[in-house]
């Protein structure tokens, strides 16, 4: 069965249309009785290129971000088992690879136990099972963000993390922030979650300077930042990075961020970015329906105003938050210094060509209003001025 595959592999996988997608399913579902072979090849094919892909960069979110934009559920799916597949092999893991596991028992039963999950035909089954192969082959080397499955230095890297007290006093910040429909409340529990965060920032800086733990070097991770409207979230990504002493880039046309800093602030990163997102697009619908009440009908320039103000705003609350915590012990300043110092060149030495964005306009005034109130209705600023805001790309 093996040059079967081989031989519907070469038809689909490197033609510029999709009749040699359409022979190379056939090939592989001509055969009824050979199916069962067939599902075991494609299943290890698929984690040979999906190891390829781990080595240019890519990584398990990465892939599935891409597979869901580009292709369908199905695809989604049969990544997933790729991914599972191939992690299969390691004892570890490296950090944020994925939490995936084979759902079947038997490589040998794969493709029967497919079709029964899929309840289709063997031919849809072979032509997603090769248009998936044919995303992961194109794509293109990207900058890696840790090491792989399988490498040494992934057993040898020690992250500090959170500590999970006081993780778990963040998280139920959080989460208390994303249920109220007050946006007071909510502004005041995200910045007392934002207050924590930058303690522990401080303290793991001074444990580190006092020689108190193990030596550790500033990481990266990606965050996905998907349409629709993803300037603006890129711009609050980038604002949560900033607050907490890290540095995101973002990469528009593969919809993600590479945000570069200690673990512990890449945690904190991730938690308060996907908060804030989350409250900020309830505020949008909730300001949303309040001027469709009064007769507006445009929806799209309001939303990319308000999100841009929510993020812009936002980010000088943050940015306040933490430089406050930081002030209240000015000896810990040279800690944070160097802790920066050890960002910046890491992230430096990652994207030595990056390139400024300019970001399109918010043009809706009401928007634009709505999104700072909803980032600062306890304390308004001196004034709406929208700031100049770029970002690294």
Known sequence: MRDVVDRACEAALYGQDDAGLDTGASLLAADPGRWADAGRELLARGEAYARQAWERGWRPAD??????????ERHLRITGDLIAGEARRYARLPERWTDAEAWWTDDTRYGERLAQRERTDRFALATAFLEVFRLLIRLPSIEPVGPLPGDAAADALEHAHIEPRMLGRIR????KAEATTY?????ALSAKAQELMARHTVDEALLAAGGKGPARTPAACRIGVEPPYEEAKAVLLD???TANRCRAV????????TVVGFESDLEAVELLYTSLLVQGTA???????????????????FRQSFLLAYASRLGRRLAETAEHTAAQAPDNLPALVARDVAVTARADEMFPRTTTTRLRGAT???GWND?????????MGNGRQRPDRSLPR
């Open 239 to 241: 604002a949560v990075a």
């Open 283 to 301: 505020a949008m619908t909730r300001a949303e329906a309040e001027q469709r009440a009064g007769g507006r009908k445009r929806t799209k320039t």
């Open 63 to 72: 892939v599935l971000r891409l597979v869901r934009r580009d292709l369908g």
């Open 364 to 366: 809706d005034l009401a």
């Open 172 to 175: 139920a910040l959080l989460a």
């Open 250 to 257: 973002w990469n528009g046309a593969f919809e993600f961020s």
């Open 371 to 379: 999104g700072t109130a909803a980032a600062d209705r306890a304390h």
């Open 183 to 187: 946006p007071e409340e909510a502004e």
